[in-house]
C-alpha cells in the first residue's frame, strides 16, 4: 500500500527527476540519493515507477522549457545507474521505451534481480549448455510460429527486440502475457548474442 506525503514532499519527489544542466548522471544519483531513499522506506512512487526512478532533464521545444525522460535510470533492484540506450535522438521519447529499456537491464545485467522471473545463473548456465546448431533450430521454429499464425510478430532493432503487433496476446490473454512475452523475447535475443560470443571466442 503507497505512502501518503504531503504535497511540499510530492513537488520535492518530482523534482528529484531533474538532472541538472552539466550535472552528470554519477553527480544527480549522488544528490537526490538520500531523499530517494526516504520516498522508497515511505513506498511512495509515481505511476510506473514501482521498480527505477526515470532521470529527466531540461528541453526547449517551440520556445518552451520541459523537463523530458532522457534515457537515465536508477534500479530499485540493484540500485545501480542504468543507461536506457535510446537509439535515436528526438524531441519526444515514449516512455515505453524506457520501460523497455528496464526490462532489458533486468533480463541481462541487473545483479539484484529482483523484478525479473528468470533466474540470471539459470541463463548463464543453459548459454553454457545450448550448441550454437540446437539454438538455431529454436530460434527459427520460433519464427516459423509466428509466421504461420500471424498472431503476433516481432522484429530485432539493436539493442532491443520490438513487438510491433501484440494486441493479439493482449487482448486475448491480457497485458501481463504481453509483458511476459516481451521480456522472454528479450532473453532469447541476449541468450544468442552470448552463446555466439562464447563460440567465437573459443574458435
Not at 519464427?143 to 493482449?170: A, G, H, M, S
Not at 532469447?188 to 552470448?194: D, F, I, T, W, Y
Amino acid at each position: 500500500m503507497l505512502s501518503v506525503v504531503s504535497y511540499r514532499e510530492y513537488y520535492e519527489y518530482v523534482g528529484l527527476h531533474h538532472i541538472k544542466t552539466n550535472e552528470t548522471p554519477a553527480e544527480w544519483k549522488e544528490r537526490i540519493w538520500k531523499r530517494l531513499e526516504y520516498f522508497r522506506k515511505q513506498r511512495f512512487h509515481v505511476y510506473f515507477e514501482e521498480h527505477a526512478f526515470y532521470g529527466s532533464k531540461l528541453k526547449i521545444i517551440d520556445g518552451s522549457t520541459i523537463y523530458q525522460e532522457c534515457g537515465i535510470a536508477i534500479c530499485f533492484s540493484c540500485d545501480q545507474l542504468v543507461y536506457l540506450g535510446f537509439r535515436r535522438k528526438k524531441e519526444y521519447i515514449d516512455f515505453r521505451e524506457a520501460c523497455q529499456g528496464m526490462c532489458q537491464h533486468w533480463a541481462t545485467h541487473c545483479t539484484g534481480n529482483s523484478f525479473n522471473t528468470l533466474n540470471f545463473s539459470d541463463c548463464m548456465e543453459i548459454q553454457k549448455r545450448i550448441s550454437h546448431e540446437e539454438w538455431k533450430m529454436v530460434y527459427n521454429n520460433i519464427l516459423n510460429v509466428t509466421k504461420e499464425y500471424n498472431k503476433f510478430k516481432f522484429r530485432r532493432e539493436i539493442p532491443y527486440i520490438l513487438i510491433c503487433d501484440n494486441e493479439f496476446i493482449r487482448n486475448e490473454y491480457g497485458i501481463f502475457a504481453g509483458d511476459i512475452l516481451y521480456r522472454y523475447l528479450l532473453w532469447l535475443e541476449n541468450a544468442k548474442r552470448r552463446i555466439k560470443r562464447i563460440l567465437y571466442s573459443n574458435l
